[in-house]
């Protein structure tokens, strides 16, 4: 594999080089790929290394993308011992940017890692992504998608009980709070915020609105639009780590776990979709506030996958104790016009600006994979022609309709047996998948938690 077919594109090479010629000072380049779980997994080099970055100098194990939450080996995986645990090569997908919360002067170069030849690695999530994007292209569609995160400012230090501790500006040991929209609680973490807007201005990261949520210390930022779906997961993960970056610069920490606090609200990942045919239309706009035939396929599609990808929207044991009734989180498998209560929701809007809201993946989550499960969900509506319900009117929590599945076992037994992924993914990426969590599966199961010794130990 030569040089150039190692390299990315002239764009992003371009505007890297430009990046180092501006920044000489530079001391570290963090070369680094999103695994299956959304955690990123590389390597630091010192500034001079970076060329030899944009060129495909960066190998990593064929593996590293297929860790599991605890960095282990998926057992019986055949990109370990069964293939030698070969190297494959890291392709930068972004150009190089500052890493600003750094104490030392640290750029960072997000890549994607490849087969040893350049060819795309099925294992990498961000490759099906891209396969599910092809599949919809050749629909004639292209998806114009935004993200919103919810999560967590904490203090460093934890409680006399070892939990995690919310920055907040309320008084919530007292009485309990929530403090939605509550601007004084934005104030309070205004430096935060401000790094926060900085560091995503230096990386091209297009934050636009923030907002104190349902929980003391809660809060969510949206992401614009754009019309590549692979862009915009990138946007989301290198977003996350931004956010981390940023509080521990602070001397605080940030959590997208799904729900960190039994009685306090979960972190949700709410997804915005659109489709825009060849000509930049909006295929969702007819004119007025329902929506085209188009929509109301592609919400069809969502609906009647979404329990074949629940092991993609909960990828976690505490991903389920987000769903639960009067939560804002979905539980019923059903749609409607303007209701947060659905699974689905059609926001108020100008026609031209018609979407659909996904409602189901908590802040957890791989973009990339929640992405292609949605868009996979959109082309099965579309090339089946599938017909929506009735849309829901008033709280969903009180419809009579199929429920989403509520337990990590049900949820990978499911994404095992239904064929819709041998369909829309890579099979072996699937079977890849399943072995990673059911070995995670495995582990929390075999845990005996705090609370069951507290309750059983010397009582029953």
């Known amino acids: 594999m030569s040089e150039e077919q ?37 390597k630091w080099l010192p500034a001079e290394a970076a060329g030899k970055l944009l060129k495909g100098g960066l190998q990593m194990p064929r593996s590293a993308v297929s860790l599991d939450v605890w960095g282990r080996d ?42 040893a030849d350049g060819s795309p690695l099925y294992a990498d ?36 009980l070892a939990r995690p501790r919310p920055v907040s500006d309320n008084d919530a040991e007292l009485v309990p709070s929530t403090d939605v929209y509550d601007l004084s609680e934005l104030d309070a973490q205004r430096h935060f915020f401000a790094d926060v807007r900085a560091a995503c201005e230096e990386q091209g990261i297009p ?41 521990r610069s602070h ?35 007819d004119g007025g506030d329902l929506g085209t035939p188009l929509l109301r396929q592609a919400a069809a599609g969502m609906l009647a996958t979404a329990n074949d990808a629940m092991a993609l929207f ?58 292609a499960a949605i868009l996979a969900g959109v082309c099965h509506g579309i090339e089946q022609q599938l017909e929506a319900p009735a849309p829901v009117e008033g709280d969903a929590y009180q419809v009579e309709s199929e429920q989403l599945i509520n337990t990590w076992g049900g949820a990978l037994k499911r994404f095992e047996q239904t064929a819709l992924w041998q369909k829309y993914l890579d099979p072996r990426f699937v079977e890849l998948f399943i072995l990673l969590k059911r070995q995670e599966l495995a582990e929390i199961d075999a845990r005996v938690t705090d609370v069951e010794y507290q309750s059983y130990l010397h009582r029953v």
């Open 125 to 160: 999530p961000r490759t099906q992504l891209q396969r599910v994007v092809e599949r919809l292209d050749g629909l004639g569609y292209r998806a114009v998608c935004a993200t919103e995160l919810e999560f967590y400012l904490l203090r460093e230090d934890a409680d006399h």
């Open 207 to 247: 934050a636009d609105s923030i907002l104190s949520e349902c929980a003391p210390g809660q809060f969510e930022i949206n992401l614009l639009h754009s019309a590549d779906p692979v862009k915009v997961a990138d946007q989301t993960l290198l977003f996350k780590r931004l956010l981390k970056g940023v509080a």
């Open 314 to 371: 909960a990828p976690h044991a505490n991903s389920y104790r987000r769903f639960q009734e009067s939560s804002h989180a979905p539980l019923n498998l059903c749609w409607g016009y303007d209701n947060r209560t659905t699974t689905l929701r059609v926001p108020a809007s100008n026609p031209e600006a018609r979407r659909i809201e996904h409602r189901i993946a908590g802040a957890d989550v791989n973009p990339y994979l929640v992405l």
């Open 6 to 42: 190692l390299s990315p594109s002239p764009e992003i090479l371009s505007e890297s080089e430009a990046f180092l010629a501006e920044h000489p000072d530079l001391k570290w380049v963090e070369g680094f790929a999103f695994d299956i779980n959304g955690i990123p997994r590389g």
């Open 251 to 285: 001397g605080l920490r940030v959590s997208t776990m799904a729900k960190p606090f039994g009685d306090q609200a979960g972190n949700g990942m709410h997804v915005h979709l659109s489709l825009i045919d060849k000509d930049g239309n909006n295929v969702f706009n």
């Open 74 to 115: 998926i057992e019986n995986s055949p990109l370990v011992f069964a293939s030698g645990d070969s190297d494959g090569v890291c392709i930068p997908v972004s150009p190089i940017s500052l890493a600003p919360w750094h104490r030392e002067k640290t750029a960072q170069l997000h890549m994607q890692l490849h087969e």
